[in-house]
């Protein structure tokens, strides 16, 4: 590594700097905010259709309905494929509750499968053994970015009658198999949160899909159950996408790939210094998978330690996720004991997510590799 000066030392490393993305996109942000403000359209409006024709285009499926956040869209893609009270849907453990929510907002029931240790996605060889009767669907999560292993899920989908669904909430522009995350299955949940690698400037979310009639369903159910003004055909929700979200998602949609290839070249710029370090190790890319690195995450028994370690120099790492899903209390009767997933609940004691972000300069990602290796050389 070259020499660091004393103020690169002291430079504070965010997760993720949305400010340094905003002042390379500045002019054209608020160019596409400023059409939004002219026309006055807020809710739904040209914006909107524009933004859900181009994403659709970009996953590679027909039909794209954006709304006001990943947690809507889990919940309606659910809601309006049929899954309620007395059904179960298999998922992981590992992942941002949302997952869950959108399960328990329909009234079923979350049934947890283990995850695949060098993955820490859902372990499809799991799933046959937590099927009963009322088995549903399953939810597989493209975790921390890396598209699930799709292919067997859809074997066990096809083979006991399961809806097969995406959370694809942090793989915008991942592959599987040559095909982007998002058109994998029946449909597809999706989080434009704004640290997300396709960020909006607040909550939004989309379900993509395929299915026309799915899509009609979900766009129905976002707007209180109405296709047209004051006709209700059925209980809905207000969960109506942000025009002025949209129009920035517009925008940042030109830069994802160019992005996505930038995450990917600090990622294996990160294994090339972090490579050989006793005690530390992270998660692996499968051979049928292409990440778009939305999280960089490692692992270390003294996890905690390391975190510590890290923002004493001013190098703001995290934890995705530091309680797994089945051990939170809000799953009610569907929660486990401690024990139940051993890979799932040893990983949460270990995981960290470095920091990532398109913007991070080598002299950054430097400073991040000598902090690890400095504190994994003493442990």
């Known amino acids: 590594m070259k020499a660091i000066s004393a103020a690169q030392q002291s430079e504070r490393i965010p997760l993720v700097d949305l400010k340094a993305q905003y002042r390379v996109l500045a002019p054209e942000m608020q160019k596409a905010i400023a059409e939004v403000l002219e026309t006055q359209n807020f809710i739904y409006g040209p914006a909107v259709e524009r933004f859900e024709k181009e994403f659709a285009s970009y996953i590679g499926v027909r039909h794209c309905v954006a709304l006001h956040s990943g947690t809507a869209a889990l919940w309606l893609m659910l809601w309006a494929s049929g899954v309620g009270p007395g059904d179960e849907v298999i998922t992981t453990p590992l992942t941002f509750f949302a997952t869950v929510e959108g399960i328990l907002l329909c009234g079923a029931k979350p049934v947890f499968v283990d995850v695949d240790p060098r993955t820490l996605n859902m372990d499809a060889s799991s799933v046959e053994r937590a099927l009963s009767p009322r088995s549903k669907a399953l939810l597989p999560v493209h975790l921390y ?226 902090a690890v290796a400095g504190f994994c050389r003493r442990a």
């Not at 434009?192 to 299915?211: E, Q, S």
């Not at 470095?354 to 400073?367: A, G, H, N, R, V």
């Open 145 to 370: 970015g890396q598209p699930a292993d799709m292919e067997a899920l859809r074997a066990v989908a096809e083979r006991r009658g399961l809806i097969l669904f995406e959370d694809a909430a942090q793989a915008a522009g991942s592959l599987y198999r040559g095909l982007k995350a998002g058109s994998l299955s029946r449909a597809a949940s999706f989080s434009f949160y704004p640290g997300k690698n396709l960020g909006a400037y607040g909550d939004a979310g989309a379900v993509l899909t395929d299915d026309a009639e799915l899509a009609a369903r979900v766009r129905r159910l976002s707007n209180h159950g109405s296709e047209r003004k004051n006709y209700h055909e059925r209980l809905g929700f207000n969960v109506r996408p942000s025009s002025i979200q949209a129009a920035v998602l517009s925008v940042k949609l030109r830069y994802l790939e160019q992005w996505n290839e930038r995450r990917r070249a600090l990622a294996e710029s990160y294994r090339r210094l972090l490579g050989g370090l006793p005690g530390l190790s992270w998660i692996e890319e499968s051979a049928h998978s292409r990440s778009n690195y939305h999280l960089f995450v490692v692992r270390h028994s003294r996890r905690d330690a390391l975190l510590e370690h890290l923002r004493g120099q001013g190098i703001e790492a995290d934890i995705h996720y530091p309680v797994a899903a089945h051990l939170q209390p809000a799953c009610g009767s569907a929660r486990l004991p401690a024990g139940s997933l051993p890979h799932a609940e040893k990983a949460v004691g270990e995981i960290l997510s470095l920091p990532l972000f398109p913007e991070m300069t080598q002299i950054q990602l430097e400073k991040v590799g000598r």
